[in-house]
Nanobody
Framework: QVQLQESGPGLVKPSQTLFLACTVS??????????WAWIRQPPGKGLEWMGV???????YYSPSLKSRTSIARDTSKNQFTLQLLSVTPEDTAVYYC??????????????????WGQGTQVTVSS
């Protein structure tokens, strides 16, 4: 059974870089034939797909976030990470990591994903 656990700072100041990690357990980690995605949900709004990294290291990003987003893998730690540059209060959200065995682009329906993390709250405020 694959489990995903998000981690990172709960509070980030505007203009700083947000860095989150998703630790994978119960599988072969990022080297397994999975796709690893980041999805977020701002308060009072729907889920927003941010991007995904494949088991080969290929990345795909939401066009609206592409200029500020970077997803990477750290196979030594069984983690994949999210970096979001120049955050603003509009980036305040619960951030989720998710895994799928097929490439999913732009979709936030949880039923499409094989595994989904608990989520971590990130607040952007001075």
């Amino acid at each position: 059974q694959v489990q995903l656990q998000e981690s990172g700072p709960g509070l980030v100041k505007p203009s700083q870089t947000l860095f989150l990690a998703c630790t994978v357990s119960g599988a072969s980690g990022p080297t397994a034939f999975y796709y690893w995605a980041w999805i977020r949900q701002p308060p009072g709004k729907g889920l927003e797909w941010m991007g995904v990294i494949s088991y080969t290291g290929s990345t795909y990003y939401s066009p609206s976030l592409k200029s500020r987003t970077s997803i990477a893998r750290d196979t030594s730690k069984n983690q994949f990470t999210l970096q979001l540059l120049s955050v603003t209060p509009e980036d305040t959200a619960v951030y989720y990591c998710a895994a799928s065995t097929t490439l999913i682009l732009g979709e936030t329906d949880k039923n499409l994903y094989d595994y989904w993390g608990q989520g971590t709250q990130v607040t952007v405020s001075s």
